[in-house]
């Protein structure tokens, strides 16, 4: 699976839009961009994945640059809820021996009153 | 609300003790993962299952850690002897891919978070 770049923290004030980059320079044409958050003390969470359109759901919205090589999870209305670990994640789509996530270390996004 | 569910949810035990986490994947999911999260490694998969069979384990040091499932709604990682450099949160995770779409999403239970003394 391609490796992620993601810078190690940034802040948000509250109520501001929240955009996370992640840069995925080597990624495969086959490989889909997955996006993760872990608030603290709890699990990870899912939150989208996209291959090359963008895509947007009850949680966010994820653009993926027309090269494929990063993309940018878009929080539009961060709450202080949202402060987490934002783990991107790029694997191939397929099941079998590919289904496992590989984490690496994500930004810590902290949102601000 | 289906959810992975996991016990027990704190351990303290001494070196050299069994330890055995257990954990309830949600109703339906035949994909179970086991991970393992250290401030030093982050999070690590150890390994995982589908169908309760396991598919890679290669994560998992074999010579204190096993991990089966007994049945489809019980998963169990155990420690045998355990160390101090196990000291852990184990996070349990299932899913239910759907070829050949591309949906894979892994719901993660709340992890058990264990102390070796």
């Known amino acids: 699976d391609a490796k992620t770049t993601q810078p190690p923290s940034m802040d948000c004030a509250e109520g501001r839009a929240a955009n996370l980059p992640c840069n995925h320079s080597t990624i495969s044409g086959n490989e889909y961009v997955y996006w993760y958050r872990q608030i603290h003390s709890q699990g990870p969470q899912y939150i989208i994945h996209g291959l090359k359109n963008n895509e947007t759901n009850e949680m966010a919205s994820l653009i993926i640059t027309e090269d494929r090589k990063s993309s940018t999870l878009i929080l539009p209305h961060a709450t202080l809820r949202d402060t987490a670990v934002y783990y991107c994640?790029?694997?191939?789509?397929?099941?079998?021996?590919?289904?496992?996530?590989?984490f690496g270390k994500g930004t810590l996004l902290t949102v601000n009153p | 609300d289906a959810r992975v569910t996991q016990t027990p949810r704190h351990k303290v035990t001494e070196m050299g003790q069994e330890v055995t986490m257990r954990c309830q994947p949600i109703l339906g999911h035949n994909t179970v993962f086991w991970y393992r999260q250290t401030m030093m490694q982050g999070l690590e998969l150890l390994a995982y299952f589908r169908n309760r069979a396991p598919l890679d384990d290669s994560g998992m040091p074999k010579d204190r850690f096993s991990a089966e499932m007994p049945d489809a709604t019980l998963a169990t990682l155990k420690i045998q002897p355990s160390e101090p450099r196990d000291s852990a949160v184990y996070f349990c995770?299932?899913?239910?891919?759907?070829?050949?779409?591309?949906?894979?999403?892994?719901?993660f239970g709340p992890g058990t978070r264990l102390t070796v003394l």
């Open positions: 994640i790029v694997r191939v789509g397929r099941g079998g021996s590919n289904y496992k996530l590989t």
């Open positions: 995770a299932s899913g239910l891919p759907i070829a050949p779409i591309s949906y894979n999403e892994q719901f």
